[in-house]
Structures are given as structure tokens and as C-alpha cells.
């Protein structure tokens, strides 16, 4: 019934928001999607979302009469509850390479490209300077990394969260920080063969675009 699908609180942009659509569609959960909107409105900032989420950033997901926040947490929630298809490795070693992955992406990465910091910094130049340098440096040990572990996937042959956290990452890097990420072999060919997985095809931010 319409009432029991779960809400993506989420921007279309935000790579946090991508990961758990991802998520959500490999778990084939139905879900809307709530646009909110943190670059023009900051409609994240407003009290209304606070009440959603205190962190007032996206995503946030209503699901089972409750409200998650914080994307990694809310994508092991999905995982925990609804177990197919798996999204995590069984062995212990290749799990903590995933999180390894996760790690460097969604705290090496992400927060230090946010669009929340700009406030931060008195100029747009000096922001765009420090974002895309974190990001670059991200992907450069990602590369490292990712020569050790990946196989179809960023992790072996399974698709795991690693995976939900380095395509949204790359797309972002690609075309907001303008970044040549074909100096990166590994990184660049495991992007663009993700890129086909219907997964990433079907809760692409463009997609999302083109329907709004
Ligand atoms: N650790 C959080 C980070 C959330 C986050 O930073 N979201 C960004 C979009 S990817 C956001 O809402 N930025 C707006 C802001 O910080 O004001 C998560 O993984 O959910």
C-alpha cells in the first residue's frame, strides 16, 4: 500500500543520497523520493528538515515507521532487514577491504568536498581548490587499493557497498570537480564498466533530472 513505501529524503546531486538509492533498488525496495534541495533552497537548513533530520543533510529514509539518518548506517539497516541480494562480502578479510573502501570515500572523500563547507572558505576559488584536491587524493589511494582488491567489482566478483560508495564518489569527481580520473586505470575502468550495471543506469542522478 502507497503508505508503507519508504521515503528517500535525497537530492538529486548528492552522492550520500545516490548510495542508499542505489541500495534500495538492488534490494528492490519501493520507495519515493522527496527531493530536497541543498544547493539553491538549502532546504536542508530549514527547521521543517530538522525535525527529519537533526544533521540536516541528505539522504534520510523513512522505512518500517522509522526515520534513519546517516547513509552508511541507513544501507546497513537495508542490509541487515532484507539480506538479499547481499551486499557485503562473507569472509572476514574481503569485508573489512570493502569497509576499507567505504571508509576512504565516505570519510576521506566526501565530507571534505561538501557543499556545506563553501560558507567556510571567503572565496569560491579557495573552495574549489581544497575540495578537488581532497578528492583527487581520495582517488589516488583509491587506485592503490583498488589494484589489490578488485576484481568485476571493487571488491572480487561480489557487488558490495564499496561499490555504492565509489560510483556516486567518481561521478561527482568527474563532473563537479572537473577531474581526469583516466590517470587512474583502475579506478576509471572499474567506474565505467559499474556505469553499465542497471543498478547505477537506473538511479543515475540524470535520470532523476530528466524527470524533474
Ligand atoms: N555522513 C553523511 C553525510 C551527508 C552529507 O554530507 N550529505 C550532503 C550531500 S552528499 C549534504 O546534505 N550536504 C548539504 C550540507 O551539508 O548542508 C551521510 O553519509 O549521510
Given at each position: 500500500m502507497a503508505e508503507n513505501r519508504a521515503v528517500l529524503y535525497a537530492f538529486w546531486l548528492s552522492s550520500c543520497s545516490w548510495r542508499v538509492r542505489a541500495a534500495l533498488h538492488l534490494k528492490r525496495i519501493p520507495f519515493e523520493e522527496r527531493p530536497v534541495?541543498?544547493?539553491?533552497?538549502?532546504?536542508?537548513?530549514?527547521d521543517e528538515y530538522r525535525s527529519i533530520n537533526p544533521n540536516q543533510k541528505v539522504p534520510a529514509l523513512l522505512i518500517d515507521n522509522e526515520t534513519l539518518v546517516e547513509s552508511m548506517a541507513i544501507v546497513q539497516y537495508l542490509e541487515d532487514t532484507r539480506?538479499?541480494?547481499?551486499?557485503?562480502?562473507?569472509?572476514p578479510l574481503q569485508k573489512a577491504r570493502m569497509r576499507e573502501l567505504c571508509e576512504i570515500v565516505v570519510s576521506g572523500i566526501q565530507p571534505l568536498q561538501?557543499?556545506?563547507?563553501?560558507?567556510?572558505?571567503?572565496t569560491t576559488e579557495q573552495y574549489v581548490k581544497f575540495t578537488k584536491y581532497w578528492t583527487d587524493r581520495g582517488l589516488k589511494i583509491l587506485e592503490d587499493m583498488l589494484q589489490k582488491t578488485s576484481g568485476?567489482?571493487?571488491?572480487?566478483?561480489q557487488l558490495t557497498i564499496a561499490d555504492l560508495c565509489l560510483v556516486p564518489q567518481l561521478y561527482n569527481a568527474i563532473?563537479?570537480?572537473?577531474?581526469?580520473?583516466?590517470?587512474?586505470p583502475t579506478v576509471s575502468k572499474l567506474y565505467h564498466e559499474l556505469l553499465k550495471e542497471k543498478v547505477f543506469q537506473e538511479t543515475h542522478p540524470e535520470k532523476l533530472k530528466s524527470k524533474m
Open positions: 534541495d541543498i544547493v539553491k533552497e538549502n532546504q536542508q537548513l530549514t539480506p538479499e541480494p547481499a551486499l557485503t562480502p562473507k569472509s561538501n557543499v556545506g563547507l563553501r560558507p567556510q572558505f571567503e568485476k567489482y571493487c571488491v572480487g566478483d563532473t563537479r570537480h572537473k577531474l581526469d580520473i583516466s590517470k587512474y
